[in-house]
């Protein structure tokens, strides 16, 4: 025998939760089921233990999805003002960072504790430890786990995307679409660093630790923002949001330079300064290491600048504007902030999160192709999906 619900929610993360209180709240019966033994535990890592919970200006432009215009009913419908009034009802206290990016004062943990708060005011029931076995029929759909049977005549998915599987992502979503006849935009790794090999590798490792505030490009998308050197290869804002956009053996293209004229500046030097040696005038504008490597790669190590050709001038120049890069692959799965595809927009309905083809099958969050910008872009996504699914079940 199983227990009865108006609604099952299946996955206590940002969304799930989200959901299940906003359904609650309007008298709704409804029980959250995960695996872990802590509900949230994304959002508790998230931010640095800040949890960059929205962002100022949340627009579809900021998303990724085989439909950009999926996201804007839900977006609008709760957007960030309607999560900082939640936050203004429990008393959180944020504050805003560059790029629009808001934060808790405190900890992440005041979010997961307002969520649960809001779930709690309702009767949600929260199951923790579930081991999730079969999902069957619908109207009523029956879900069996390791603590028990649950039926109700709405579900909802929220289980994630496949980033971080070590607290607890799985592709539980993609799978069950699949089952329910659901096509799937294959999924992969956004938000990550990006790994090298060969002699990129090397110079990177030489580099390792320096941050500089750079734009990259991929096609017509740009970011300005800091890339950082590691010993696999390139991180930091800017390259986490170039990867999303990156396909495999292409190049990224890198301005360490992005306010001047690189070839202009040291051909200006070269009249000014003859005597001054390559790396010193580029260390005027960057990193003495990375002014070194630069110069080394452009063969002009040691060399005055004023005895350097125009074309060997042009070279660095091109190093230091345009340096094209083609990264090997990402970190993957294990460190991406947000996993890129999932259930495909086209068999759902914008207006309630639920299936055209299974009116009670309702995806949420991360789990559906929709994946935000690095800045708070996801969360909101979860907020505003997890809100839209609430009110319709
Ligand atoms: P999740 O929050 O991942 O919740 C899914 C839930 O489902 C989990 O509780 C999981 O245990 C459960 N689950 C999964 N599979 C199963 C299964 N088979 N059976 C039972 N339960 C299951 N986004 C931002 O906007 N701002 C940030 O600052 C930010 N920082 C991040 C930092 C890190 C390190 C990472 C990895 C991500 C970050 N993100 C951030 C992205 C953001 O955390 C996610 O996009 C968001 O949590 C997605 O919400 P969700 O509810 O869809 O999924």
Redesign the pocket.
Known sequence: SSSAFDVIV???????LMCAAVAAGRGKRVVV????DQ?????L???GGK????NRTVTPAQYLSANPHYATSALKRFGPADFLDLMKRHRIAWHEREHGQLFCDNSAADIVAMLLSECGAGGVEVVLE???GAVTGEGPFQVATSRGGYCAPALVI????L??PK????G?AHTLAGRYGLSVVPPRPGLVPLTFTGADLDLMRDLAGIAVPAELRFGKTRFREALLFTHRGLSGPAVLQISSYWLTGQPIMVNLLPDLDANARLLERKAARPNAQVETVVGELLPARLARALTERAGLLGRPIGQSTNAALAGLARLLSEWPLVPAGSEGYRT???TLGGVDTAGLSSKTMAAKSHPGLHF????VDVA?WL????????WSS?WVAGMSV
Not at 33 to 36: K, S
Not at 51 to 54: D, E, I, L, Q, V
Not at 167 to 170: K, L, P, S, V
């Open positions: 299946i996955g206590a993360g940002a969304a799930g089921l995960d695996h872990n509900p949230g535990r994304k959002i890592i998230s931010g949890c960059n919970f929205t579930a081991k999730l929220a289980t994630g995307g980033s971080v607290i607890g992502a799985t539980f991406a902030e947000v949420i969050g991360e789990a935000g800045g708070g872009y996801n969360f909101q996504w979860a997890g």
